[in-house]
């Protein structure tokens, strides 16, 4: 890690490119001010707290069951043995790759009709 940062300094050093950084103001938009993929839906303000008070509602509950209801799930074991352990990594892991397949194949079930016109535009030549 350490030696990609050396090689970069002492490239830079040898071969400056004396960027122009007034060109950042000048000529590069910010993205928080582009909204060309933003449909008026997507700008509704009832549906944006919609959104809102939908995500914050799942969020507290999430945040109580990690928080206070799993630990208080190994209460009633009272001792961990090796196999409630086991238990308990198991869930875990579990979770993680459920989490991981979600957070991978979702965007990509959501944005498939986009995706196959990108596909069919790269192979088939016309849309």
Same mark, same amino acid.
Request: charged share 20%; proline share 3%.
């Given at each position: 890690?350490?030696? @990609?940062?050396l090689?970069h300094y002492?490239? @830079?050093?040898?071969? /400056?490119?004396n960027?122009?950084f007034?060109?950042?103001d000048?000529? +590069?938009?910010?993205?928080?001010?582009?909204?060309?993929?933003?449909?008026?839906?997507?700008?509704?303000?009832?549906?944006?707290?919609k @959104?809102?008070?939908w995500?914050?509602?799942r969020?507290?509950i999430?945040?109580?069951?990690l928080?206070?209801?799993? /630990?208080?799930?190994?209460? /009633?074991a009272?001792?961990?043995?090796?196999g409630?352990?086991?238990?308990?990594?198991f +869930?875990?892991?579990?979770?993680?790759?459920?989490?991981?397949?979600?957070?991978?194949f979702? /965007?990509?079930?959501?944005?498939r009709?986009e995706? @196959?016109?990108?596909?069919?535009?790269?192979?088939?030549?016309?849309?």
């Amino acid at each position: 890690i350490c030696s @990609s940062g050396l090689i970069h300094y002492f490239h @830079s050093t040898m071969y /400056p490119q004396n960027f122009d950084f007034d060109t950042l103001d000048s000529k +590069i938009r910010l993205v928080e001010h582009d909204t060309s993929g933003l449909t008026d839906e997507d700008k509704d303000v009832v549906m944006l707290d919609k @959104s809102y008070q939908w995500i914050k509602i799942r969020g507290w509950i999430i945040t109580i069951v990690l928080i206070v209801v799993w /630990p208080l799930a190994s209460l /009633p074991a009272g001792k961990f043995t090796k196999g409630y352990f086991t238990f308990w990594v198991f +869930i875990a892991i579990a979770w993680g790759y459920i989490a991981a397949l979600i957070i991978t194949f979702l /965007p990509l079930w959501e944005s498939r009709s986009e995706l @196959s016109l990108i596909v069919r535009a790269m192979f088939c030549k016309r849309i």
